[in-house]
């Protein structure tokens, strides 16, 4: 039992974070806090994250010697330091962010710090982890499935010739229409007035130039590809047929589709959904709203850069956000 205020974890065969909400449905019990915990996706690396974990945390150390081991190469040691290029490597930096997220949940439930929770989100990768955290599968099983994701959406990059750019300050149906004029896929819904739009690199450039002539905010992203668009549907497929042969559990927290931004509790449709989002849109900020509109009082970031907080500042700003990246932020 942690400190006054803090619930244990329930036990479970099936359970390794122990963190369990009470719901009636899509509802939660009660008036107290309901916590919402956000994990970070690909871009959000840093190289360092995670070492003051590693070196201060028992519990977080012991998944980064469970990643070694499950990998087969030494993930602590490339986030840790780098080089920053093979951190930045799709097949690298994907299960990155999925241990270093979890490993953030570790050393809050080791210090007792971590209150009940009932729902977790993620963008992107993030909805793994989420994933992971809600025990629809265990840590290893996880690490293998987002292994395995990385590893398909870098060959899908590899083999196109894929771009992707941000639209500042502009209503979803203004980047539908650039997005249809120029044959390229909105591809990030993150927040109010930021969306990114992904495909292939002369369309995206057409789009950007056209955008930038008619007063638009837009910039070109450094990234290796066009995610979340129809270049990937080769990862998709691929991906598809891999999480086949891998079992599903209900969540026991909350959880939130990135394809169709609301809540999903059946193990089936969970395993769907994480492959349709390889190629579909992320609302990011769909998300986000299903998780208030269900009772969220408080998100906490578990990931590097703040970014999920900043989104969630843009999209409404009487939200309650923390950010949590390292070891000193745990008691900040």
Same mark, same amino acid.
């Given at each position: 039992m942690g400190p006054p205020g803090l619930l244990a974890a329930r036990a479970s065969p099936r359970s390794q974070f122990g963190l369990d909400s009470r719901r009636s449905g899509d509802c939660l019990v009660g008036s107290r806090m309901a916590l919402a915990l956000l994990f970070a996706g690909q871009g959000a690396q840093r190289l360092g994250m995670g070492k003051s974990l590693h070196d201060s945390s028992g519990a977080a150390r012991a998944l980064y010697g469970e990643a070694r081991e499950v990998l087969g190469w030494d993930l602590a040691k490339v986030s840790f330091e780098g080089p920053e290029s093979e951190l930045t490597e799709t097949r690298v930096c994907q299960p990155a962010l999925f241990v270093h997220g979890l490993a953030l949940v570790a050393a809050l439930k080791e210090r007792g710090l971590l209150p009940r929770v009932d729902m977790a989100l993620g963008l992107s990768l993030g909805e793994v982890t989420a994933c992971a955290a809600a025990d629809v599968f265990d840590f290893q099983t996880g690490l293998r499935i987002v292994a395995e994701r990385g590893r398909l959406m870098q060959g899908a990059c590899e083999r196109s010739t894929g771009a992707m750019a941000a639209v500042i300050?502009?209503?979803?149906?203004? @980047?539908? *229409?650039?997005? =249809?004029?120029? /044959?390229?896929?909105?591809?990030?819904?993150? $927040?109010?007035?930021?969306?990114?739009?992904?495909?292939?690199?002369?369309?995206?450039?057409?789009?950007?130039?056209?955008?930038?002539?008619?007063?638009?905010?837009?910039?070109?992203?450094?990234?290796?590809?066009?995610?979340?668009?129809?270049?990937?549907?080769?990862?998709?497929?691929?991906?598809?047929?891999?999480?086949?042969?891998?079992?599903?559990?209900?969540?026991?927290?909350?959880?939130?589709?990135?394809?169709?931004?609301?809540?999903?509790?059946?193990?089936?449709?969970?395993?769907?959904?994480?492959?349709?989002? @390889?190629? *579909?849109?992320? =609302?990011?900020? /769909?998300?986000?709203?299903?998780?208030?509109? $269900?009772?969220?009082?408080?998100?906490?970031?578990?990931?590097?850069?703040?970014?999920?907080a900043g989104l969630a500042r843009r999209t409404e700003r009487s939200w309650v956000v923390r950010s949590m990246a390292e070891y000193a932020d745990l008691a900040a």
């Open positions: 300050g502009k209503p979803r149906d203004a @980047v539908s *229409s650039l997005c =249809l004029e120029f /044959d390229v896929e909105a591809a990030n819904f993150n $927040a109010p007035g930021q969306i990114i739009i992904s495909g292939e690199k002369p369309k995206i450039a057409a789009a950007v130039a056209a955008a930038k002539d008619r007063g638009m905010r837009v910039m070109e992203l450094n990234v290796a590809g066009a995610y979340h668009s129809r270049l990937m549907e080769p990862a998709r497929a691929a991906f598809e047929a891999f999480l086949r042969g891998i079992p599903f559990a209900a969540p026991r927290l909350q959880v939130f589709s990135n394809a169709t931004g609301r809540a999903v509790s059946d193990p089936a449709e969970i395993k769907a959904a994480l492959a349709r989002q @390889v190629v *579909s849109p992320v =609302l990011w900020e /769909d998300c986000m709203r299903s998780a208030a509109a $269900a009772g969220a009082s408080e998100f906490w970031e578990l990931g590097p850069g703040g970014v999920l």
